[in-house]
Nanobody, 118 residues
Framework: RLQVVESGGGSVQAGGSLRLSCTAP????????VHWYRQAGGNERELVSGIAPDGSTTTYLDAVKDRFIISEDKTRDTVYLRMNSLKPEDAAMYYC???????????WGQGTQVTVSS
């Protein structure tokens, strides 16, 4: 199974930006896609964004469209989530997970915390 490590979270004021990183050694070799999720408080984990295995297609939760951008650097086995114009409701623990062929199964990582103050 692939291992994922999330990083880049932090505390920002509303309107600020952060760039999250998801490093998953082997994700490029196995031609995997990556999903970003978030979970706030006792809420269910929700899918925020995704990038297809070939990088040609990206998807976004309606609430983050036009503010978040997902991208990848396959030379670094890393997928990024650039978050702009952050709102207090974006505050959550953010997780990533690989998907695709059988070689793309990954466990949940530790996540990276995003805090947004108003």
């Amino acid at each position: 199974r692939l291992q994922v490590v999330e990083s880049g979270g932090g505390s920002v004021q509303a309107g600020g930006s952060l760039r999250l990183s998801c490093t998953a050694p082997g994700f490029a070799y196995n031609n995997c896609g990556v999903h970003w999720y978030r979970q706030a408080g006792g809420n269910e984990r929700e899918l925020v964004s995704g990038i297809a295995p070939d990088g040609s297609t990206t998807t976004y939760l309606d609430a983050v469209k036009d503010r978040f951008i997902i991208s990848e650097d396959k030379t670094r086995d890393t997928v990024y989530l650039r978050m702009n114009s952050l709102k207090p409701e974006d505050a959550a623990m953010y997780y990533c997970k690989t998907f695709g062929a059988w070689g793309c199964i990954s466990d949940w990582g530790q996540g990276t915390q995003v805090t947004v103050s108003s």
